[in-house]
């Protein structure tokens, strides 16, 4: 993975974004296979916690992510999805 997805990525996520957090995750997922993580990486319990607190916040894409759960399907039909209403 080339260094500036992982710059790119932890940035957008320590502003805010949940979308930077998600692709931090993937990053760190991939990275346990292939042992590519810089250095600084942050640990993916890290990831995972802000991820749940923009879960919980109301960014449903951000449940999903880190766990399927039926709990986080209630929060994506909450949010509007039809589908997540239907697959409950």
Do not use: S
Request: charged content about 30%; overall charge positive.
């Amino acid at each position: 993975m080339q260094g500036g997805w992982w710059t790119l990525a932890d940035r957008t996520c320590k502003a805010g974004f949940p979308e930077g957090c998600i692709t931090y995750f993937h990053l760190l997922r991939k990275a346990e296979d292939t042992c590519d993580a810089p250095a600084n990486a942050r640990t993916i319990r890290d990831v995972r916690d802000v991820l749940q607190k923009h879960c919980t916040g109301g960014f449903p894409d951000a449940c999903t992510v880190i766990d399927h759960t039926d709990r986080h399907w209630k929060v994506r039909c909450k949010a509007g999805e039809q589908f997540a209403c239907e697959a409950r």
